[in-house]
């Protein structure tokens, strides 16, 4: 079963934003793709690493591998892209 790219948006961001992962806090990058069926890891690694791009998602690397967290300046936004993707609020 292929998800609509904006649903995996949707959900990625709706989970950090639910276990608030925002700002300082930071979560590691592989933890992201938990949730998914594992034939979705590598499109749920890509759309992770264009939220990053996007600047929804802030990146610091580590000795240990890459940590993400929610832009804080743009939480807003971000639920904003929830509520109309996955159809509820915070």
Do not use: C
């Amino acid at each position: 079963m292929k998800l609509n790219p904006d649903i995996i948006k949707g959900r990625l961001l709706y989970h950090l934003r639910r276990k608030r992962v925002i700002g300082g806090v930071y979560t590691h990058f592989d933890t992201l793709t938990k949730g998914f069926p594992s034939h979705l890891g590598k499109e749920v690694k890509s759309i992770a690493m264009n939220l990053i791009k996007e600047g929804l998602l802030i990146s610091k690397p580590t000795s240990y591998g890459l940590q993400v967290s929610l832009n804080k300046e743009r939480i807003r936004e971000i639920e904003e892209f929830i509520f109309k993707v996955l159809e509820f609020k915070f």
